[in-house]
């Protein structure tokens, strides 16, 4: 399922993304008599193994034909970050891409992955899907991506085996930051959609990427297996500190792409599609 938030007459809310309309989950809710749902997706996701069933039965049970009060046209909202305002965001760089080539197993692939941490911010401003990245004045900026995975379920010290279940979803994030590649980001964007954890099947998802600057590919990659990998890399995660409802934890390419490399200038529009993931694209001002 494909959750959003957005904004709507001045209201924040949450939904399903389908088929270029929004289902809305709380109204959804009041109808069928539901007063437990809450109106956010973070106080949804606190509660994922409760809400989660319920919205998808409602969402399964009608149509827009047969519900048509219960949908609305995608443009007549605005999108947010999935989780507007996380508890906090961290980065990490992956060494190198995990693909499983021919003759190279999951296991061996996996052994090879050990993330560096770009950065860490406690309580981000997040920037929406198709807003505006604001850059400082007088400085040369560049940008990188990253696949981020939303917690639901707080925990520490976890199995690799329990790890994955404490996964609420993935998006895509990108952030801005100095030419300087170990410099702090500058802005940091998620969306569009939190797509949850049992849409992906660990054996078959790749997660192709094509990168566009002003709707010119640059950049075409995978992530080959990180859903292999990904719970053993959140269980080492958890071990050096508990995980929160609504945490970001995203993890981004080996820094070899043009991409991380290019300078951005204002007016330039920068957009990172994913399989599965959909498209975030914001523009440089």
Partial sequence: MKYISYMRDGLISCGFSSDCRIFDIPNAARSFGNTTIPE???????????????????????????????????????????????????????????????????????????PALLFKLESPELISPGDTLKAPEETQLTFDYAIAAIIWKPGEDLSAEDAITHIVGLSLLTWVHLSDANSECSAISVGPWLVTIDEFDPDGNSFDVN??????????????????????????????????????????PAQSAEESRRILHPGDRVTVAADGLGRLGNTIQ
């Fill in 40 to 114: 956010t997706l973070p106080e949804f996701v606190a509660r994922f193994d409760d809400f989660h069933p319920i919205a998808v039965d409602m969402f399964e049970s009608t149509t827009p034909a047969r519900r048509p009060e219960l949908y609305f046209p995608a443009g007549q909202a605005t999108l947010l970050p999935p989780i507007p305002a996380p508890p906090s965001v961290t980065v990490y760089r992956l060494p190198e891409m995990p693909i499983s080539n021919e003759g190279t197993s999951a296991s061996d692939s996996t052994q090879m992955l050990s």
């Fill in 211 to 252: 990168v566009m600057i002003n709707n010119l590919s640059i950049s075409n990659g995978n992530w080959g297996n990180l859903l292999q990998t990904l719970p053993k890399i959140i269980a080492e995660t958890s071990k050096d500190g508990k995980l929160h409802s609504g945490e970001v934890l995203a993890f981004s």
